[in-house]
């Protein structure tokens, strides 16, 4: 199977604004095939989502997929606080599950912008390729990191380009917590793919942002995940997937 895109290491300093220092920066090209999306609505309150996590870990490194890990905060309590919970992921699934005509759950998985109830039943899918000799969409993804992640998202190829927008997530691999309070008391929870910060709609076919870094965060374990998706169905046309190590000076 090709790779789903090609990590290219650019060399360039540049001025931040807490003065001059020299910047890790690199650059990700979308390829022939194209990989799926995969998003996980999950939360460390839930007693039923610890194996749709694992189940999330085990896809990290498959080739031909990408996660995107979203604690949501409904769950959260004064028993326990996920720290990964934000209300604008639990807000991100209320409106795709309003769209969907669908009810909102967790764990909930979604794949390429449509709900994969099937999910733990079988294999996952392996890279989409393209069904014809026709130019599939392209996405290019560039990162610069220090005190934030500068990320510029590039897009060609698209059909109707003006009903598509641009997503971008900071994600982090190798999480874990031990869990004192609610339904998963005394578990050691482990966590992958979990969404850090998430910007978007951003209009095609060009956008810049700047993602926030936790001061906690491994670069190691970082990656930046940006994708096109049609605003009206919500499908998903292209992803691309930057891990962060792979930025050089």
């Known amino acids: 199977m090709q790779q789903s895109g090609r990590i290219i290491a650019l060399y360039l300093t540049l001025s931040l604004t807490t003065g001059a220092t020299g910047a890790l920066a690199c650059e990700a090209q979308s390829g022939a095939e194209r990989a799926h999306l995969v998003e996980l609505y999950t ?10 996590e694992k189940w999330m870990s085990s896809i990290r490194d498959k080739q031909g997929l990408v996660g995107l890990e979203f604690h949501v905060d409904y769950w959260d309590s004064t028993a326990w606080h996920d720290p990964y919970a934000k209300p604008a992921w639990a807000r991100r699934q209320e409106a795709k599950a309003r769209h969907a005509r669908a009810q909102v759950y967790t764990p909930q998985v979604w794949l390429d912008g449509g709900l994969w109830k099937s999910w733990p039943k079988g294999d996952a899918p392996g890279a989409a390729q393209s069904a014809s000799a026709q130019t599939p969409p392209s996405l290019r993804v560039s990162a610069e990191i220090g005190d934030s992640v500068k990320v510029r998202l590039q897009a060609s190829a698209i059909e109707n380009p003006g009903r598509k927008r ?32 998430f910007i978007g709609p951003l209009r095609l076919p060009e956008a810049q942002v700047e993602l926030k870094v936790p001061a906690a965060m491994a670069l190691p374990n970082a990656a930046v995940v940006a994708f096109v998706q049609d ?19």
């Open 43 to 52: 939360s460390e309150g839930c007693n039923s989502c610890p194996p749709a």
């Open 166 to 197: 641009f997503y971008v997530a900071l994600t982090e691999n190798r999480l874990a917590q031990d869990i004192r309070g609610g339904e998963n008391k005394g578990r050691r929870l482990e966590h992958d793919q979990v969404v850090l910060d």
């Open 231 to 249: 605003e009206d169905g919500g499908e998903t046309e292209q992803v691309q997937r930057l891990p962060l190590t792979e930025c050089k000076r």
